[in-house]
């Protein structure tokens, strides 16, 4: 999806938490795998495709325990990559830690019906995340089906995406522009702050 909206895509496998090399989950390598988020940023910045990135900052995504990285790499102090300019954490995690003084824009979405991760999860990290932040509320879904197949909410989720990232990264529109098309495009409840 994001591809398909001009973007270029890294998708990292964490080789602690990489299924295909055998392992499990290993929660404690989360902090780890931020600053591997940095690595991979930098790393594609120096490659042969360097030329096709667009200079400025980038958007990191992540859902459940990938989006507890990206709120790591986006907001907290010794982790925080200063190139990245916008954030989406789908279901994550309270994030309590330390703010570091980047402090991007954030589109927080998580489901009302998630049995995985409370909702009252996302509520906290929008309450400890100051700034420009917008919280997506999908009505009626679980942790999976927006992600992991093609529901009633993954157009939402797609098109909420695309959406803010175009106005925190390509600035098309204004972040409160794009809040507005999302609460149409979701008919749900959408939250916004700063």
């Given at each position: ?104 824009p954030l ?60 106005a925190t ?26």
């Amino acid at each position: 999806m994001l591809a398909e909206a001009g973007y270029i895509v890294a998708a990292p496998s964490f080789p602690l938490a990489d299924e295909t090399r055998g392992n499990g989950l290993n929660r404690d390598d989360i902090p780890n795998e931020a600053l591997d988020v940095a690595f991979v940023i930098n790393s594609l910045r120096g490659s042969a495709i360097a030329s096709s990135i667009a200079p400025g900052q980038v958007g990191v995504a992540g859902h459940s325990d990938g989006a507890d990285v990206a709120l790591i790499a986006g907001y907290q102090k010794g982790y925080a990559d200063p190139s990245i300019g916008a954030v989406v954490a789908v279901a994550p995690d309270a994030f309590v830690g330390q703010l570091s003084t980047n402090r991007p824009p954030l589109l927080l979405v998580h489901a009302d019906s998630d049995a995985t991760v409370p909702y009252s999860e996302s509520v906290q990290v929008f309450a400890h995340v100051p700034g420009q932040r917008t919280f997506l509320t999908l009505l009626g879904a679980d942790h999976l089906p927006p992600i992991a197949e093609n529901t009633v909410w993954t157009p939402t989720l797609d098109g909420a995406v695309v959406t803010f990232f175009d106005a925190t990264l390509k600035h098309v529109q204004t972040l409160e522009s794009a809040q507005k098309l999302m609460q149409t495009l979701a008919r749900s409840s959408v939250q916004v702050g700063s």
